[in-house]
């Protein structure tokens, strides 16, 4: 840091440009993880030799830490930093032999300019860093440093920041979405979902914030927020005089799958609530995490009395040996295959193919997306028990849920 704010003095005398490089090692804490530390180190060694080969005049390198490594480019420009990036990558081309074995290693690139791109040597280092972040996640794993990703990082944080506060404060709310027989056209449940409108950047849809909130480790606080404003509302709709008939289903996260005691958790959030009035959903990725403790969580939840259903069907990976075994009673067809059922072969196969598997295995299904009646109709022919969508309702607010369907 001192070579680097001395660096940006003399740029800043001279009126000439600094470039920064910050370069990151691909696939080295998997190396280390899996070869020891003994070899990493070595590793590192042999890799610190051909970044110091490559230095010219004017250039100066050093290790930051771990597996990262800056280069400072006094007097250059963005053609000549380029081509430096170009000539430190390249000297990793050649595969090092370590104790009879051969390890092909690439560094990601981040870039940043002084003073184009920043004016302190702090925001030089700060700007690379995001560079490199860029980098890591595109193809060409080298990234200039742009005043959009800067905006972007500002954006998220913000979004972070008021995610957490609507969450602390809240500010989320739930929205249901009616269920039916296919048999008798009853309503049968309802999904809980959550909403979040901010004041200032409007409504955020769930795609944006549950990612936010997965990333920020709120996902298990979400859940339990959905849980109990779910409970409420059931108590609610049952003081207005309107019970509501059916289950309840709440979206259960993979990570609070992670939980070996989620079924007492969840017991004491709903604990004013009758279990069989709720369902929980879970996707069918998250549950194959970790197969052999969701077999046992989904089974205490079972014993709780708690009834569970596997989401976005046909999308995950689940073995057939497992599906027996997790203590579910439904499967929810994803959408995406019902959306094309009637113009796909394809499509329309495999929703035949799951709801045939579900009869066999004595478990309900409940079609998702359903939006024109030409679907319900094929899936009722095809023998699925129940449907959501478009077609028979939107989600609505619980006051809306009461007087609509209750
Ligand atoms: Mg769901």
Redesign the pocket.
């Known amino acids: 840091m001192e070579r680097l704010e001395e660096a940006c003095e003399q740029a800043r005398l001279r009126g000439n440009c600094l470039g920064l490089l910050y370069l990151d090692l691909q696939r080295f804490r998997q190396i280390n993880d899996t070869q020891g530390h003994e070899l990493g180190d070595l590793l590192l060694a042999e890799i610190a030799g051909r970044f110091s080969a490559q230095v010219e005049p004017g250039e100066f390198i050093a290790r930051l830490g771990g597996d990262e490594f800056m280069v400072l480019l006094t007097d250059t420009r963005p053609a000549a930093m380029a081509h430096a990036i170009e000539r430190y990558r390249s000297s990793l081309m050649a595969p090092i032999r370590l104790s009879e074995r051969s390890f092909s290693i690439s560094a990601s690139v981040g870039a940043a300019l002084f003073p184009r791109d920043a004016d302190t040597a702090q925001s030089l280092f700060q700007h690379a860093s995001i560079a490199l972040n860029h980098a890591k996640q595109d193809s060409s794993r080298t990234r200039f440093f742009t005043a959009t990703m800067a905006d972007e990082l500002h954006q998220y944080e913000i979004l972070q920041l008021r995610f957490s506060e609507a969450l602390a404060k809240d500010k989320l709310s739930l929205a249901f979405q009616p269920q039916f027989s296919l048999k008798t056209g009853k309503l049968i449940g309802a999904?809980a979902l959550c909403r979040w409108h901010d004041e200032i950047l409007g409504h955020v849809s769930p795609a944006t914030f549950i990612p936010l909130a997965e990333e920020q480790g709120l996902i298990c606080a979400l859940g339990e927020w959905v849980l109990e404003a779910a409970c409420q509302q059931l108590m609610t709709w049952e003081r207005q005089g309107k019970p509501f008939p059916g289950r309840l289903s709440v979206?259960v996260s993979a990570q609070q799958m992670d939980d070996p005691r989620l079924a007492e958790h969840i017991q004491r959030i709903a604990t004013r609530v009758p279990p069989g009035k709720l369902g929980l959903?879970l996707t069918e990725s998250g549950l194959m995490r970790n197969p052999e403790q969701t077999v046992r969580v989904t089974r205490a939840l079972c014993r709780a009395g708690f009834s569970l259903a596997i989401?976005d069907f046909g999308t995950g990976y689940s073995s057939l040996s497992y599906l027996k075994r997790f203590a579910a009673d439904t499967l929810?067809i994803d959408m995406s295959f019902v959306k094309d059922m009637l113009k796909s072969s394809h499509d329309h196969a495999i929703v035949s193919t799951i709801i045939a598997m579900a009869q066999t295995l004595g478990m309900l299904t409940v079609a998702e997306g359903v939006e024109a009646a030409e679907q319900a109709e094929a899936l009722s022919a095809l023998g699925c028990t129940g449907v959501q969508g478009f077609h028979f309702g939107r989600p609505v607010d619980g006051d809306t849920f009461a007087k609509q369907w209750l």
Do not use: A, L, P, Q
């Open positions: 999904e979206n959903e989401d929810k």
